[in-house]
Each structure stands twice: as structure tokens, then as C-alpha cells.
């Protein structure tokens, strides 16, 4: 079965500084899909950013660009130029391409120092 | 606009009684999943449908039902046979069951038992 490990349960980074959320997955397929969900204090998820893991060019979404390491299953998510509204918690999240469910890392809490 | 409706926001249980949560869907999309949100413990499938009068269990269904009369209605029942279901519950909703869509999520309802 494919898992989903984030090993930061919190980070806390400075305004405007730049932080990396880690991220690794488990899986013996090829195909599939990672995305990075944020969950403010709100609750409400909204996704971040989609990579599809036949692509070898990282997805980027403004200030958001992941590294994706297919070999490795590594999927990390950058933050440049972190603002106050990026507070919240990230989950990693897997999707086969065959399947319909998705699975998440039980999350990584993200402070923003001002 | 479109988008995944939950209520109640939040739900209040007395021991021994069945309770249900609500999910409304305008998205036109097919699948539809219920997850459930613990502190630490990140996102956990508890039910999802791919198609109406259709549904599977997921990772921790004891204890819950669903039904799926309708594509845009996919309501989960908490039974008295689930032993902890204070938690944070969250519908979401994808447009196919492959093809590496990632979800949409209503708002959440947060379950208190009293």
C-alpha cells in the first residue's frame, strides 16, 4: 500500500525568508499524481500545486515551486518570499493514476515569525 | 459558483445517538469521499462513491454509514457504534475516479460528543 510521510510536524519560518516542507512517498507504481493541499485556520483546503509524476520539470505556482525526486519519492514543496497568509497546515498527498483515492501525510504545521 | 456545501458547521452529540452530516455538491463531478480529520493524524478515508447508488469503505468505516441517492447529495451517518467521533469531518469531491484530479473540499464539520 502507498504511504505518505511528512517528518516535520511544525517549521516556522521568518517573513519574507524562503522554507522547504519535506516530503516522501512509498509506491510501486509509475503513474501517479502528488499534490500539496494548505490548510489555514479556516479549515478549509485548498490546493497548492499538482505534479504529475510522468513530468520531469518541477510544477511551480507563483510563489509555490515543488522538487520533485521521482527516484528518490521525494516531493518537497518550496515557499519563496514566505508571507503571514502562508501560515497553516501542508499536506502531502498521493493519487494513483488508477485509483481514485487520495492519501495524506498527516501534515505539517507552518508558523510565519513577523 | 460552484462548490461543495457541508453542514452543519458544527454538531453536537449525545452518547448513544446517530447523527448526519451533510455534503451537497453543484461541481457535476462523479466521486465523492468523506474523510476525518484528528489532530496528528492527518486526513483518514472513512467512505467514497464513485457513482450514485454505489460506495466502498474506506480506512476506518466502522462505526459510519453513507448513501448515494442522488450524484450531488452524499451524506455520512455517525452510529453510536462509533466508539470516538469527536473529530473534524471533511466532504470532497473529484470530477472521475482516475485520471489524477485533485479533490474539491466543502468547509468542514466539526462533531463534539457531550
Known amino acids: 500500500a502507498q504511504t505518505v510521510t511528512q517528518s516535520q510536524p511544525e517549521m516556522s519560518v521568518q517573513e519574507a525568508e524562503t522554507v522547504t516542507l519535506s516530503c516522501t512517498y512509498d509506491?510501486?507504481?509509475?503513474?501517479?499524481?502528488l499534490f500539496w493541499y494548505k490548510q489555514p485556520p479556516s479549515r478549509q483546503m485548498i490546493l497548492v500545486i499538482r505534479q504529475e509524476a510522468y513530468k520531469q520539470q518541477n510544477a511551480t505556482e507563483n510563489r509555490f515551486s515543488v522538487n520533485f525526486q521521482k527516484a528518490a519519492k521525494s516531493f518537497s514543496l518550496k515557499i519563496s518570499d514566505s508571507q503571514l497568509g502562508d501560515a497553516a497546515m501542508y499536506f502531502c498527498?498521493?493519487?494513483?493514476?488508477?485509483?481514485?483515492?487520495?492519501?495524506f501525510g498527516k501534515g505539517t504545521r507552518l508558523h510565519i515569525l513577523p | 459558483d460552484g462548490g461543495i456545501t457541508q453542514s452543519p458547521k458544527y454538531l453536537f452529540r449525545k452518547e448513544g445517538q446517530n447523527v448526519t452530516l451533510s455534503c451537497e455538491q453543484n461541481?457535476?463531478?462523479?466521486?465523492m469521499y468523506w474523510y476525518r480529520q484528528d489532530p496528528g493524524q492527518g486526513l483518514r478515508l472513512i467512505y467514497y462513491s464513485q457513482i450514485v447508488n454505489d460506495f466502498q469503505k474506506g480506512d476506518i468505516a466502522e462505526g459510519y454509514s453513507v448513501s448515494r441517492e442522488k450524484k450531488e447529495s452524499f451524506p455520512l451517518t455517525v452510529t453510536s457504534a462509533q466508539k470516538n467521533p469527536t473529530a473534524f469531518y471533511l466532504c470532497?469531491?473529484?470530477?472521475?475516479?482516475?485520471?489524477?484530479?485533485?479533490?474539491?473540499f466543502g468547509s468542514g464539520t466539526r462533531l463534539t460528543v457531550v
Open positions: 461541481l457535476n463531478h462523479d466521486a
Open positions: 470532497a469531491s473529484s470530477p472521475h475516479r482516475t485520471g489524477g484530479y485533485g479533490y474539491t
Open positions: 498527498a498521493y493519487r494513483s493514476y488508477r485509483d481514485d483515492k487520495i492519501i
Open positions: 509506491t510501486s507504481e509509475s503513474d501517479y499524481y
